[in-house]
């Protein structure tokens, strides 16, 4: 069991920037698949973005130019750094982890989310304008 927890979500304005954390206490990350989705309520959690290993990112269609996904250099925190936030990404952000390998957006969309045992208990992102 890896006890995920994410942290760093709120309410701000459009525009803005936010940094999402997600640890576990005493886990490193670098040899797994880890990922952020999100969700909205009455739609399907949707992957966002993923890193592997700690080196190879993936982000879904329209994310890679305001959303940088990364671990820190202990890979023990994993980030999801948003910016310039806008009201479509108000969403409960979850990390999740899985054994490292097919770990693109792609296959993770195929795989779908029984793949994934691990998630956290989400953090709540609202941007208003």
């Known amino acids: 069991q890896v006890p995920l927890v994410e942290s760093g979500g709120g309410s701000l304005q459009a525009g803005g920037s936010l940094n999402l954390s997600c640890t576990a206490s005493?886990?490193?990350?670098?040899?797994?698949?880890m990922a952020w989705f999100r969700q909205v309520p009455g739609k399907e959690r949707e992957p966002v973005a993923s890193?592997?290993?700690?080196?190879?990112?993936s982000y879904a269609s329209g994310m890679v130019d305001r959303f940088a996904i990364f671990l820190d250099n202990t890979k023990t925190t994993l980030n999801l750094h948003i910016e310039n936030l806008q009201p479509e990404d108000s969403a409960m952000y979850y990390c999740a982890a899985k054994a490292p390998g097919r770990c693109t957006i792609a296959s993770i969309r195929r795989a779908g989310l029984t793949a994934w045992p691990y998630w956290g208990q989400g953090t709540q992102v609202t941007a208003s304008t």
């Open positions: 890193i592997d290993r700690g080196e190879s990112q």
């Open positions: 005493g886990y490193s990350f670098g040899g797994y698949c």
